[in-house]
């Protein structure tokens, strides 16, 4: 058979080993070591699984991941989500759909400092649903919007969907951070927006909540004065060019755990389950960096990137009705496997193709955050519907998805506009470059 032929079948038994249950890491170190055998020889193969896990955990550039994953953790544990959404809530809690507003809004804040979609969620999920439960919100309005707001923490930087996409295609992540930061404020502002016409049409499913005084608006604000300090230090920093992603990560990391001490918000248990979660999290994420680089050899020996290129080229398609195919292609494969599992079997394929055709690696990477975002809250996967679900054990799970319905038009919406617009994405690292 063909080295084409063995790539495909390749990727065909990796996907029912997803389906079987078996860890994405270990399936891909598995094909991917038995492919480079069949394809060059047990030596070469043995090779590249001796060199990629050193290379891996070895290299500088990836620690950037760990850090901001423990940035994320320290404020999940000190409760930071209930002083987020205090603040937002002073800004638009007296409009109609304020407090889901808000959430959106907190959500946004949130991811500012963290680089996890889920870790957004439950942190202003455990805050927010309570609180429009006890206003008479619709329950899946309620819900919908946590999950939904959530998906901000992989686009609005840092993001470790932006971070593994870096590693795999070796782009900057430091201006994937800038690109992501204009479509993630739009995003948010969508996200309200809808809110806000729904709430005004049916005015019983987000009523407005109480104003607030000039004196709870100052004491929202101080409550969380620190943390926003250091998320602008942050993001102002990379845009800068005062240091570097990683930099920036050790200085999120090391002002999250100070900043909780010194507001007694970070107990000792708090301290060590962060740092458990931020340890387990990092595990797993390194181990299928390591099986998609044994894979990568394996597909790049199959030449299935470069047939695929000569395939589209060939076919004579118009550039954006390829971007429009894999785009659907992700809207499937994101209702059947989840996210990380997605990014790593496709971005070696669809990357070259892409870079082939004309298209700049950072707006494409920014396309692959949204459509992550939207295969992260659609059935039957859907990560962050699940985890809302963990939150509040009594709402069954299609109301949930009901309750995301409206956010998913908007994404698919925002991410056509994204691709007839790319300088949405470009403009900013235009502008630094």
């Not at 480079?36 to 070469?44: E, K």
């Not at 455990?126 to 919908?144: F, V």
């Not at 948010?188 to 004196?215: D, V, W």
């Not at 962050?384 to 069954?396: F, T």
């Amino acid at each position: 058979m063909s080295p084409f032929a063995i790539g495909i079948i390749g990727i065909v038994i990796v996907l029912l080993l997803l389906f079987c249950g078996f860890p994405i890491g270990f399936a891909m170190i598995l094909v991917g070591f038995a492919g480079t055998t069949y394809l060059v020889n047990s030596t070469a193969a043995l090779h590249v699984i001796a060199t990629e896990p050193f290379n891996v955990i070895s290299n500088y550039d990836y620690q950037v991941l760990p850090l901001f994953l423990l940035t994320a953790s320290v404020c999940l544990s000190a409760g930071l989500g209930r002083s987020l959404l205090r603040l937002a809530y002073n800004v638009v809690g007296r409009l109609p759909g304020g407090l889901a507003m808000a959430t959106i809004g907190a959500c946004g804040l949130f991811a500012a400092i963290s680089a996890s979609s889920i870790a957004t969620a439950v942190t202003i999920g455990t805050a927010a649903i309570p609180e429009m439960r006890s206003y008479k919100y619709d329950t899946a309005l309620a819900t919908g919007c946590v999950a939904a707001g959530g998906t901000l923490g992989i686009l609005i930087p840092p993001s470790a969907i932006l971070i593994i996409y870096g590693i795999l295609t070796e782009t900057s992540i430091a201006v994937l951070f800038i690109a992501g930061m204009i479509p993630g404020v739009i995003l948010t502002l969508l996200f309200m927006f809808m809110i806000y016409i729904h709430a005004r049409i049916k005015p019983t499913l987000a009523p407005p909540g109480p104003s607030t005084s000039l004196k709870e608006k100052f004491a929202a604000i101080g409550e969380c004065a620190e943390i926003m300090l250091l998320m602008m230090v942050v993001l102002i920093g990379i845009v800068v060019g005062w240091f570097t992603p990683t930099e920036a990560g050790g200085i999120a990391a090391f002002g999250s755990i100070v900043i909780t001490l010194f507001r007694r918000r970070l107990s000792w248990q708090g301290f060590k389950d962060a740092i458990v979660d931020t340890i387990v999290n990092t595990g797993m994420i390194f181990m299928v960096l390591i099986g998609a680089f044994v894979m990568n050899t394996f597909i790049a020996m199959s030449t299935i990137p470069m047939e695929l290129a000569e395939m589209v080229t060939s076919f004579g398609l118009p550039p954006i009705f390829v971007i429009g195919l894999i785009m659907v292609l992700y809207l499937i494969l994101g209702c059947v496997i989840d996210t990380m599992s997605m990014i790593f079997l496709t971005i070696p394929i669809f990357f070259p193709v892409v870079i082939g055709l004309g298209f700049d690696p950072i707006w494409f990477g920014v396309i692959i955050v949204l459509v992550t975002e939207i295969a992260m809250i659609t059935p039957p996967i859907g990560m962050n519907v699940y985890v809302i679900g963990g939150v509040v054990k009594d709402v069954p799970m299609e109301v949930i998805f009901k309750g995301i319905l409206p956010f998913v038009a908007v994404e698919i919406a925002f991410v056509i506009v994204l691709i007839a617009f790319p300088q949405l994405a470009l403009f900013l690292p235009g502008l630094m470059m």
